[in-house]
């Protein structure tokens, strides 16, 4: 990539020609809103790249929980929703799920009980001894900056007819969907089988994470992952990720702590559209530069 290299060289992702070909927009199968590769809305993908785009299966389910004023098209819980349907729900807040076992549930946010996942594994053999508050508990954030940009670079209204079915249908699904009961690898090793994110800016997890129904949740951090989002939030470290970034990473630390094995790029598909997206917004900021400096005596 010109201007520096790839930072998603390196993962095995599927072939994005499909999204490349797709030169026009269209309309949402569900909401017929209009969209260019996927709904963020309905969570699902436009007619034309059905069937063309990966899917992920995860070890374990995600919730992801959406402050109320984030707009839709500018977060990027939508991605990890569409590549990974059986496994990721949204949820606009104040909506929360029901959780059956919480004991079996962690939430990722730099609370005063926050450990590592490496920490956590020694918790659950019995080998931790005592934590203090992580050294970087304000580090890594999942993050959607304010930005008019969205999807496809272009601001867009809110329909909100769909905003108000979409909420209905979370109030009659906020019960805990069931986890099959075929255990697979990952989940036998590990003391959790659910996972929240918070999906909102710094500034507003908090209201979303002293919610009484969180409560003694046990949280988790990341280690430090620089972000690769074009919207980087306002005074805060390039370690404050977007939202599909913190559960890609923390899949891979997964993988690496409770699985063992050499990981094999089997999650690198959840950045399937945000690696897209990130190289037409550096595409894009080039040819700007290109312009700004022909224009220059």
Not at 48 to 67: A, C, N, W
Not at 95 to 123: H, M, R, T, W, Y
Not at 268 to 273: E, I, P, S, V
């Amino acid at each position: 990539m010109a201007g520096g290299e790839d930072p998603f060289g390196c993962l095995k992702l599927a072939s994005q020609e499909c999204l490349i070909s797709q030169d026009r927009r269209t309309v949402c199968p569900k909401c017929q809103q209009s969209r260019k590769y996927f709904c963020y809305t309905c969570y699902v993908l436009v007619a034309e790249l059905e069937g063309k785009v990966p899917k992920v299966k995860l070890p374990f389910k995600v919730d992801i929980i959406k402050h109320p004023k984030e707009v839709d098209g500018k977060s990027t819980a939508a991605h990890a929703a569409i590549i990974a349907p059986e496994d990721v729900r949204i949820y606009t807040y104040p909506i929360i799920p029901e959780f059956s076992d919480p004991s079996k549930v962690v939430v990722v946010f730099p609370g005063l009980n926050a450990l590592s996942l490496e920490d956590l594994s020694k918790k659950q053999h019995g080998l931790l001894k005592g934590k203090n508050k992580p050294q970087n508990a304000e580090k890594t954030q999942t993050i959607t900056p304010e930005s008019t940009d969205t999807e496809n670079g272009r601001e867009e209204k809110q329909d909100n007819t769909a905003a108000q079915e979409d909420v209905e249908k979370q109030i009659s699904e906020v019960q805990e969907p069931p986890v099959k009961k075929q255990r697979t690898e990952e989940r036998a090793s590990a003391p959790f089988e659910r996972v929240i994110f918070i999906d909102s800016t710094w500034n507003q997890t908090h209201r979303i994470f002293n919610d009484e129904r969180l409560k003694g949740l046990q949280c988790v951090i990341l280690k430090d992952h620089v972000t690769h989002f074009w919207r980087h939030q306002r005074d805060k470290p390039d370690t404050f990720l977007a939202t599909v970034e913190a559960i890609y990473y923390f899949l891979r630390e997964f993988h690496d702590i409770f699985v063992g094995t050499a990981y094999d790029g089997r999650y690198d598909n959840l950045l399937y559209f945000f690696s897209f997206m990130f190289q037409i917004v550096q595409k894009s900021k080039q040819e700007k530069g290109k312009l700004k400096d022909n224009k220059d005596p």
